[in-house]
Every structure is written in C-alpha cells, then in structure tokens.
C-alpha cells in the first residue's frame, strides 16, 4: 500500500490500482496518515476534518468514516490490504502502516539521510537522497483537503521542501555543478522573490557560470522589491556578496574556502 499526501490525497495497492475514498473518508486518511503508525485521539481527528462545521455528532460522524476507510483498506476477499491498518484504541485511532508507505514520511527520511551524507563528505550519496526526496512531490501537498489543519500542514511541508532544494543546491554549488542548479534556482526565486538566501544561491551559480551581470541584476531586482515594498535594504551577508562579484573576488570560484555560508 502507498499513501500520497505530497499532491491530492491518494492510497494505491501495490498494484498501483487507486483505492475510491469518498471526501469524508480522504480527509480521515491524510489526518491519521500524518503521523503513520502514532495514535491520534478522536477530538484531534475530529478537529482536523470537520474544524469549520462540526456534525452535531461528531464522533458518531468519526465511527462512519473509520468504518468506511476501514472497508476500503480492505482487499480480495475482506482480508487486510497489505502493510496497512486502522485500528481503534481507547479514545482515538492509530494507521497502522510502515513508514516508507506514505510518502511525506519517505520524503523526511531520504532528507534525513542526505543530511547525514552530507555531513560525512558523501556529496554524491547526499545528492542522491535530496534527488529521491524531491522526485516525491507531485504538486501542492494535500491539494485536494482544504481545511485549516491541512494549510498548516501544507506550510510545514512547503518549508521542508523549500530546506531540502537549498541543501541540494548548495551541495550541486560545492560539487562545481552549478549549472545543473540554476533550474530550481530559478523556480525558488519565483516561489521566495524576498528570500536573500535563495538570491544568494542563485547569484553565486550565475557567477560561476561566467554571468556576473545577471547575478548583479539578481541582486538589484531583489533590492527594489524589497525598498519598494518593505521598505529596507537587503542584508549585508548579500551585499557583501554583490560586493565580492563586483570585484570578481577570486575566493568565490570553485574550489575556494569561500564556500555558500557566506549567502
């Protein structure tokens, strides 16, 4: 069994067959598939599915969607589908369900582990991992749910997201592949026009790449984005960069101690 949340919510049978969820029944399987294999009491599921109109009966509400996603867990014959489970506990539910499963726990532990090669000087078993990790997403997360809980989740994933490119770019910017990173660059500085983190990265591998005006012309968009709509300057970590491209300091070439901390 696999569980999708990084997209519309989804559960497939090994043979890749889409299991039917009514609405109700979805949004019961994103809340318990959060936290595969953790308990959740029923006021928290009760909160997380209905948090705007609350049935009169809510846990009488919460009994039918279990016992609906409960059949549709089922396969050949009424025997459990494989790997996965609802079961019910004293006050609440818990998804029994490995881990590698669902795929936001998936996505979590190959960056985990990519973090863990990096730091050990592994760049290309740690580029592999973030890779692995960022081929899961298929869209906005949980895009088919839209209650309060699934926006905070939605925030929390879209920070993880946004945390595992900028490792992998700056792994990418070490390994003098910087070519290859300029794409979700591009799109990161789209998705964060004010984020100096994200414009650093993006003007050092223009820099690298022979396009020191491009990367001035990253710096000075940001900065009138930023003067024109907040009100203040950029940071001196980037205007110390924009300083050193100017003078085409030679510690920003590859192979320099002046690494991407500097951004």
Same mark, same amino acid.
């Given at each position: 069994m696999e569980i999708q949340l990084l997209g519309c919510v989804e559960a497939r049978a090994r043979s890749g067959?889409? !299991?039917?969820?009514?609405? +109700?029944?979805? $949004? #019961?399987?994103?809340?318990?598939?959060?936290?595969?294999?953790?308990?959740?009491?029923?006021e928290a599921l009760i909160e997380r599915v209905w948090q705007e109109r609350r049935p009169q009966r809510p846990r009488d509400a919460l009994y039918i969607q279990a016992t609906r996603l409960r059949k549709a867990l089922r396969a050949?014959?009424?025997?459990?589908?494989?790997?996965?489970? !609802?079961?019910?506990?004293? +006050?609440?539910? $818990? #998804?029994?369900?490995?881990?590698?499963s669902v795929d936001t726990a998936r996505f979590r532990g190959l960056v985990r582990r990519a973090q863990q090669a990096a730091r050990g000087g592994e760049t290309d078993l740690a580029l592999d991992h973030y890779g692995r990790a960022l081929e899961l997403w298929r869209g906005e997360p949980l895009a088919d749910v839209r209650t309060a809980w699934a926006e905070s989740a939605r925030v929390a994933l879209r920070r993880e997201h946004r945390e595992a490119l900028i490792g992998s770019t700056e792994l990418f910017l070490r390994a003098g592949r910087h070519e290859e990173c300029l794409p979700q660059l591009h799109w990161l500085a789209e998705m964060h026009p004010f984020d100096e983190k994200v414009t650093g990265?993006?003007?050092?591998?223009?820099?690298?790449?022979?396009?020191?005006?491009?990367?001035?012309?990253?710096?000075?968009?940001l900065r009138l984005r930023m003067v024109d709509l907040l009100g203040c300057e950029p940071g001196p970590d980037l205007r110390s960069l924009q300083e050193r491209i100017l003078a085409r300091d030679p510690r920003l070439r590859l192979g320099s101690a002046y690494a991407t901390s500097a951004v």
């Open positions: 067959d889409k !299991l039917p969820l009514p609405h +109700g029944t979805k $949004l #019961l399987l994103a809340a318990l598939a959060w936290t595969p294999g953790g308990f959740v009491a029923d050949d014959g009424g025997q459990r589908a494989e790997g996965v489970e !609802l079961v019910r506990k004293r +006050g609440g539910y $818990l #998804l029994a369900v490995e881990e590698e990265l993006l003007m050092l591998a223009l820099h690298r790449g022979g396009r020191q005006a491009d990367a001035l012309d990253c710096f000075q968009l």
